[in-house]
């Protein structure tokens, strides 16, 4: 199948390869993940948990990689984080994924009396963030922030890098919180289309379904678990299917061009003057 310039153009752009090999890309990206933290001086990964399929192969991804450098005679771990705000409707799952992770260390940090106290302060100061849906949104994107502010307090105090699950199919949707889960050192999904985030976690025989679950940044406290379906106007198989080079029906196709063409600023460096 010929793609079309502008949908070419965005998968040059997100890095994404036409073929796939389960196998053979998992080999790659923990290989990646070992020889850059080799190569950087720094002694650790650290990665928030959620209890989805991005944070459940990206922390398996670095834990094979630390234990390999280990392997090899060399310092490393790996810190995975739990970040809950109060208590995590999904808090089973998250535990299971920690289970099948098996990190070196956990770290829990409950981030809802720092979220509230910020929001408190910004009423306090006559902030404005709309009526209760929007201060919701608005709120969610500072519960996002704060989990990475944790997470880099975190690997400063181990010597680590910052371990980010952002893939392709999320880039193209412009789907993260700018400066929130979209900032992080290091970004070993790139590239990947959800599909392909879960067969990696079914080739390193995570559960099915933990690998399966449906995707939620669980951000809104209005709408815990809000599906990220809900909020893209297509489905994760849509997205998938335009990423992987598949047929993609006409109004889909024009709702993903929009979307990446809009969030462009969110996967963009700073600008600054020509």
């Known amino acids: 199948m010929t793609l079309d310039a502008p949908r070419e153009k965005i998968l040059q752009e997100l890095q994404v390869v036409r073929f796939f090999d389960a196998p053979a890309e998992l080999e790659r990206r923990v290989a990646f993940l070992a020889r850059y933290l080799g190569a950087s001086g720094r002694g650790s990964y650290v990665l928030g948990i959620s209890g989805g399929v991005d944070s459940l192969v990206a922390g398996a991804l670095a834990q094979r990689a630390v234990s390999r450098l280990r392997a090899e005679g060399r310092p490393a771990c790996f810190i995975a984080v739990r970040l809950p705000y109060g208590a995590q409707r999904d808090e089973a ?3 299971r994924c920690i289970d099948f992770i ?3 260390e956990v770290k829990t940090v409950n981030i809802r009396s720092a979220v509230d106290a910020l929001h408190a302060q910004l009423q306090d100061a006559g902030v404005d963030l709309g009526d209760a849906g929007s201060a919701d949104f608005h709120v969610g994107n500072i519960k996002a922030r704060l989990r990475m502010v944790a997470q880099y307090a975190i690997a400063g105090a181990a010597q680590g890098l910052v371990i980010g699950t952002d893939h392709a199919a999320e ?3 412009g789907f993260f919180t700018k400066h929130g889960d979209g900032a992080a050192d290091i970004l070993p ?3 990947l ?3 392909r985030v879960r067969a990696l976690g079914l080739e390193m025989g995570a559960p099915g379904d933990l690998v399966m679950k449906t995707p939620t940044a ?3 406290s209005l709408s815990p678990l809000k599906p990220d379906e809900a909020a893209f106007g297509v489905s994760y198989e849509v997205i998938d299917d335009f990423l992987e080079g ?5 109004a889909a196709e024009r709702i993903l061009l929009d979307t990446y063409a809009r969030t462009a600023h969110k996967r963009s460096p700073a600008v600054t003057p020509a």
């Open 93 to 95: 799952e998250a535990a």
């Open 102 to 104: 098996a990190p070196d």
């Open 171 to 173: 880039a193209l949707m």
């Open 189 to 191: 999904l790139a590239g």
């Open 193 to 195: 289309s959800k599909r």
């Open 218 to 220: 669980d951000l809104e």
């Open 246 to 250: 598949l047929p993609v029906d006409a």
